[in-house]
C-alpha cells in the first residue's frame, strides 16, 4: 500500500475559505494595488490544488477510479490563471513579478507548424504523426512537441517554471481525450509525470501515485497495446 496523508478539515477548511474570498474580491473592482496579491494568490491556489491529492491507495487514484465530472480539474486551472493573468498584468512596469519577467518568458514553447521533427519515432507513431500533422489534425500534436522539448532539460530547479508548459499549453482536444482516459493520452501524462515529479516538489506525490494507476489501468483496459506499453516510464519509487 502506497502511504500518504489525507487532508484534514482544518485544511479543507482554510483552503474553501481562501477560495471563497479570492472569488468575492473577483467579483469586485480591482484596484492597482490588488493586483499583484491577486496574481500570487491564483498562483499558490494552483500549487495548493494540485498538491491536494487524497488517494491513499492506487485503486483509489484516477484513471482508475470511477470516473468524476471533477477528475482533472487540476489540469485545466490553467484557463482560470490566464484570466487572471490578463485581469492582473503581472510583468506590468511597478508590479513585483516584474522582476521573473525572463523566466515568464521562457514559459511557452515554440511549436512546429507541423511535422515530427525531434519526435522520437515510436512516440510518433503511437501518436499517429507524420510529416503532414498539425495542431488542428492531430490531438496529440501540442502535447507531444512539449514534451520532447521537456526532456531534453536539466533536471533541476532552473526547468522548475517550464514543467507546467504541459498544463498550460495543452488545447482542449488533448484535455478531452485524458477525461476520456484516452491510452495514448494517458501515456502522455505519464510521461510529463516522469519529469515533472523531478524538480516540482508539489506534483511529485499525486505523480507517483496516478502514474501507477495509470499503468495499472493500462494493463487492466489495454493490455494489448503493447506499443503503449513499451513507452511508458519506469514506476516512479516512493514509500510503499
Not at 155 to 173: H, K
Request: with cysteine; proline share 7%; net charge neutral.
Amino acid at each position: 500500500m502506497i502511504t500518504c496523508s489525507r487532508r484534514t478539515t482544518t485544511e479543507i477548511h482554510h483552503f474553501s475559505q481562501c477560495v471563497m474570498l479570492f472569488n468575492q474580491k473577483l467579483s469586485q473592482h480591482i484596484c492597482p494595488s490588488d493586483r499583484d496579491p491577486l496574481w500570487a494568490t491564483a498562483a499558490l491556489l494552483g500549487i495548493m490544488t494540485i498538491a491536494s491529492f487524497d488517494a491513499v491507495t492506487t485503486e483509489e487514484a484516477w484513471p482508475l477510479r470511477p470516473s468524476n465530472p471533477l477528475d482533472l480539474e487540476w489540469f485545466r486551472l490553467g484557463d482560470g490563471k490566464k484570466i487572471i493573468w490578463r485581469l492582473t498584468d503581472p510583468l506590468r512596469p511597478g508590479g513585483i513579478f516584474r522582476a521573473m519577467a525572463h523566466e515568464y518568458a521562457q514559459l511557452p514553447f515554440e511549436i512546429p507548424l507541423a511535422g515530427t521533427k525531434g519526435v522520437p519515432s515510436e512516440l510518433a507513431e503511437v501518436c499517429n504523426m507524420d510529416s503532414s500533422c498539425n495542431e488542428n489534425n492531430n490531438p496529440y500534436f501540442v502535447a507531444v512537441h512539449v514534451l520532447v522539448q521537456l526532456q531534453k532539460l536539466p533536471t533541476d530547479q532552473t526547468a522548475s517554471i517550464r514543467m507546467v508548459s504541459f498544463m498550460s499549453q495543452s488545447q482542449q482536444p488533448f484535455r478531452d481525450l485524458l477525461q476520456e482516459k484516452d491510452p495514448v493520452a494517458l501515456l502522455l501524462l505519464a510521461l510529463w509525470y516522469a519529469q515533472a515529479s523531478r524538480v516540482l516538489w508539489w506534483i511529485a506525490q499525486r505523480a507517483r501515485i496516478e502514474s501507477r494507476s495509470i499503468r495499472l489501468y493500462l494493463e487492466k483496459f489495454h493490455r494489448h497495446n503493447i506499443k503503449v506499453h513499451r513507452l511508458l516510464p519506469p514506476p516512479l519509487l516512493g514509500t510503499e
